[in-house]
T-cell receptor
Framework: LAKTTQPISMDSYEGQEVNITCSHN???????ITWYQQFPSQGPRFIIQ?????VTNEVASLFIPADRKSSTLSLPRVSLSDTAVYYC????????????WGAGTKLIIKP | DTEVTQTPKHLVMGMTNKKSLKCEQH?????MYWYKQKAKKPPELMFV???????INESVPSRFSPECPNSSLLNLHLHALQPEDSALYLC?????????????FGPGTRLTVL
């Protein structure tokens, strides 16, 4: 199973770009990389997903190098409301049995 | 409607009580999930239902009993719980089972076992 490692916490300031990196050294060929955001006392919310190279949507970008042993979630121009826990997940497309959640990164945005 | 609803929002129960958590989605999703989340930890998968059939049971104690009455509803029946079972219980759904599919989470039920 592909274990993931991400920083426990990060601080940044409003208007900055924030990059959170997740390591998944033994990722399998059929594993996808997914990121979720969670606010206190709420369920997680999907942010972005990718398999390789770069994926961008209206809220974030996901960078995955060729060896796929890590991935970086990029949040452009963060605001105070981006303060949350961000989880990196790695798992196969066809089953949740091997879907591994990272420990989460607590991101604190300061004014 | 992209919402997963859960009731109740909060639940306090004694170790001898029987209670149920309920979850509902109307997105036509065929996979539904129960997770348990302790403070400052990631969600832990408990059960997965795919097409209303139990697909995954992550070695959960029998005091937790899931039920999927139809494709929109998911219940979690609780009996003889222990104080260490106190946690946030999250329900989620996705189009189909699998890590490729975005999961939509409900707000959770905060359970306290006395």
């Amino acid at each position: 199973l592909a274990k993931t490692t991400q920083p426990i916490s990060m601080d940044s300031y409003e208007g900055q770009e924030v990059n959170i990196t997740c390591s998944h050294n033994n990722i399998a060929t059929n594993d996808y990389i997914t990121w979720y955001q969670q606010f206190p006392s709420q369920g997680p919310r999907f942010i972005i997903q990718g398999y390789k190279t770069k994926v961008t949507n209206e809220v974030a970008s996901l960078f995955i190098p060729a060896d796929r042993k890590s991935s970086t979630l990029s949040l452009p121009r963060v605001s105070l409301s981006d303060t949350a826990v961000y989880y990196c997940l790695v798992g196969p497309s066809d089953s949740n049995y091997q879907l591994i959640w990272g420990a989460g990164t607590k991101l604190i945005i300061k004014p | 409607d992209t919402e997963v609803t859960q009731t109740p929002k909060h639940l306090v129960m004694g170790m001898t009580n029987k209670k149920s958590l309920k979850c509902e989605q109307h997105m036509g999703h065929r996979a539904m999930y129960w997770y348990k989340q302790k403070a400052k930890k990631p969600p832990e998968l408990m059960f997965v239902y795919s097409y209303e059939k139990l697909s995954i049971n992550e070695s959960v104690p029998s005091r937790f009993s899931p039920e999927c009455p139809n494709s929109s509803l998911l219940n979690l029946h609780l009996h003889a719980l222990q104080p260490e079972d106190s946690a946030l219980y999250l329900c989620a759904s996705s189009q189909w089972e699998g890590g490729y599919n975005e999961q939509f989470f409900g707000p959770g039920t905060r359970l306290t076992v006395l």
